[in-house]
Nanobody, 123 residues
Framework: QVQLKESGGGLVQAGGSLRLSCAASGRTGGTYIMAWFRQVSGKEREFVAGIDWNGAITEYADSVKGRVTISEDNAKNTVYLQMNSLKTEDTAVYYC????????????????WGQGTQVTVSS
């Protein structure tokens, strides 16, 4: 089992920045795909960004490319999501997820999920 815990969400003005963190614990010795998803109430969960645990490969949703960077610190078992130039449409609950394998953008590929952290971008 892998436990994931997000932090770093909050309220920020449009154009501002936030860095989300996802701390992994438990059986973290395997090879995982780590990803961030987001969800607005009443809408489907949306893929934001993913990274392989070696940090060699990253993938981003078109809606955040150029504004968001996913990174990882293996020594700390932590994955980060640096978000810049935030827009009001980035407002959502952001979830960290881990998968052994699968299609990165498909939420059903992921076995482990954090509880989510709220990001609110005001105009």
């Amino acid at each position: 089992q892998v436990q994931l815990k997000e932090s770093g969400g909050g309220l920020v003005q449009a154009g501002g920045s936030l860095r989300l963190s996802c701390a992994a614990s438990g059986r973290t010795g395997g090879t995982y795909i780590m990803a961030w998803f987001r969800q607005v109430s009443g809408k489907e969960r949306e893929f934001v960004a993913g990274i392989d645990w070696n940090g060699a490969i990253t993938e981003y949703a078109d809606s955040v490319k150029g504004r968001v960077t996913i990174s990882e610190d293996n020594a700390k078992n932590t994955v980060y999501l640096q978000m810049n130039s935030l827009k009001t449409e980035d407002t959502a609950v952001y979830y960290c997820a881990a998968a052994h394998a699968g299609t990165w953008s498909d939420e059903y590929s992921y076995q482990y999920w954090g509880q989510g952290t709220q990001v609110t971008v005001s105009s």
